[in-house]
């Protein structure tokens, strides 16, 4: 059974600076997505990542994909206080039903001034 | 259009009651989830719906009853729920074929009082 680990769980930024979220996967993955949900809202579709070597880039945030290594990570550039959210990766099981997501604990991101 | 409508946004409910959630998107996706998400939890998948078709249902009692009643809608149905059902519900939909990205609506926040 596919298990997704996210680390760290909590990340406290300041404006400006780069960080990234790592998710690393137990077993073979077709696809990873990375979702966003603010407090109270429901999950904002970031990136979906199909194959090994996958990178996706949009305004300050990069999602790469290595099925080798099974890890996927979620990069943070130059942080500002919009992106304060909780950020989920999700694998899917491989030869299972779509929408069958499989998500990490979460990390939820605060970004200082 | 990427919108996945949920009704309502809010219920409470008595243990002894029957309420309905409500889930439409018109995407042409023809396939439709049911997520439930605790606090501070990830989601965790309750059933998924292939062309109007039960092709998941994660073992979850049979006080929530899921119908899809066309290839736009599906309910939820609710009786006899417990307290630690409280959570927020998200239904989700995509295009049938996998790989694609996975739309969630913004929820029915639920309290089981």
């Known amino acids: 059974e596919l298990k997704v680990e996210q680390n760290p769980l909590f990340l406290s930024m300041q404006e400006g600076k780069n960080y990234t979220i790592y998710c690393n996967y137990s077993?073979?993955?077709?696809?990873l997505y990375w979702y966003r949900q603010d407090p109270g809202k429901s999950l904002e579709s970031l990136f979906v990542?199909?194959?090994?070597?996958a990178v996706k880039q949009e305004g300050r945030l990069m999602a790469s994909l290595d099925t080798k290594a099974r890890l996927s990570t979620l990069h943070i550039t130059a942080a500002v206080h919009d992106l304060s959210a909780t950020y989920f990766c999700?694998?899917?099981?491989?030869?299972?039903?779509?929408?069958?997501?499989?998500f990490g604990k979460g990390t939820k991101l605060s970004v200082k001034p | 259009d990427t919108e996945v409508t949920q009704t309502p946004k809010h219920l409470v409910m008595g243990m002894t009651n029957k309420k309905s959630l409500k889930c439409e998107q018109h995407?042409?996706?023809?396939?439709m989830y049911w997520y439930k998400q605790k606090a501070k939890k990830p989601p965790e998948l309750m059933f998924v719906?292939?062309?109007?078709?039960?092709?998941i249902n994660e073992s979850v009692p049979s006080r929530f009853s899921p119908e899809c009643p066309n290839s736009s809608l599906l309910n939820l149905h609710l009786h006899a729920l417990q307290p630690e059902d409280s959570a927020l519900y998200l239904c989700?939909?995509?295009?049938?074929?996998?790989?694609?990205?996975?739309?969630f609506g913004e929820g029915s926040w639920l309290t089981v009082v």
């Open positions: 995407m042409g996706h023809r396939a």
């Open positions: 077993t073979t993955s077709d696809r």
């Open positions: 719906y292939s062309y109007e078709k039960l092709s």
């Open positions: 989700a939909s995509s295009i049938r074929t996998v790989g694609n990205t996975i739309y």
């Open positions: 999700a694998g899917e099981n491989y030869g299972g039903s779509q929408g069958n997501l499989i």
């Open positions: 990542l199909l194959s090994n070597g």
